[in-house]
């Protein structure tokens, strides 16, 4: 079956900063998701991009099916941002998702 | 408001006691899922179902069951609870469209601590 892998693992970053979150696929997708999950465990929708780019406030992400990823980048990071990104995705014929194995993210105040 | 519901939000039960996780959804969505999710790690896929009566067993094998009676409701139930039944239950739907194809929404969770 289809893997999907995410980088880095884990991630520290001081108020401010700037980051990329990255999620690579093994084989084609039709749909992709990235969620934020919150120190509560509440996962929280982000985007839904199978492909292109979109923004959502300092939020944004970029699809490229063609090459097998996906990345999110968060600017100008707040303490509210900490918690696991997970990108997950559907491969042609299934409605079942395949999430990837997430991307810890502690910001420091 | 349309929304996904999770019921209890935290369970502490003994060994050998029998449960039922709720979840119902108001968005009329025909697609539910359970998920189980060691704290930190990945989503497993563990019951899913495109309808109503429409059941089926995800990718993680577990020992718990489930049924699709209404469409909004997606109870998932374990006979006999088992410490190695400790973990978060996170519940989900979606709905094929032609804009957002299968967008899932999920609930807020159930985390099961089983003594």
């Known amino acids: 079956g289809i893997q999907v892998e995410q980088s880095p693992p884990d991630l520290i970053l001081q108020e401010g900063a700037n980051s990329t979150l990255r999620c690579n696929f093994s084989?084609?997708?039709?749909?992709l998701q990235w969620f934020h999950q919150n120190p509560w465990g509440q996962l929280i929708n982000l985007f839904y991009?199978?492909?292109g780019t979109k923004q959502n406030g300092r939020l944004s992400a970029t699809t490229v099916a063609t090459e097998r990823y996906s990345l999110l980048y968060i600017s100008s990071s707040q303490t509210t941002d900490s918690g696991v990104y997970f990108c997950?995705?559907?491969?042609?014929?299934?409605?079942?998702?395949?999430f990837g194995t997430g991307t810890r993210l502690k910001v420091l105040a | 408001e349309a929304d996904i519901y999770q019921t209890p939000r935290y369970l502490v039960i003994g060994t050998g006691k029998k449960i039922t996780l709720e979840c119902s959804q108001t968005?009329?969505?025909?697609?539910m899922y359970w998920y189980q999710q060691d704290p930190g790690m990945e989503l497993h896929l563990i019951h899913y179902?495109?309808?109503?009566?429409?059941?089926e067993k995800g990718d993680l094998s577990s020992e718990s069951t489930v049924s699709r009676i209404r469409t909004e409701h997606f109870p998932l139930t374990l006979e006999s609870a088992r410490p190695s039944h400790t973990s978060q239950y996170l519940c989900?739907?979606?709905?094929?469209?032609?804009?957002?194809?299968?967008?899932?929404?999920f609930g807020p969770g159930t985390r099961l601590t089983v003594l």
């Open positions: 989900a739907s979606s709905r094929f469209s032609a804009h957002t194809y299968n967008e899932q929404f």
């Open positions: 084989d084609s997708v039709n749909n």
């Open positions: 991009i199978p492909s």
């Open positions: 997950a995705v559907t491969t042609s014929g299934t409605y079942k998702y395949i």
């Open positions: 968005m009329g969505h025909d697609k």
């Open positions: 179902s495109y309808g109503v009566n429409s059941t």
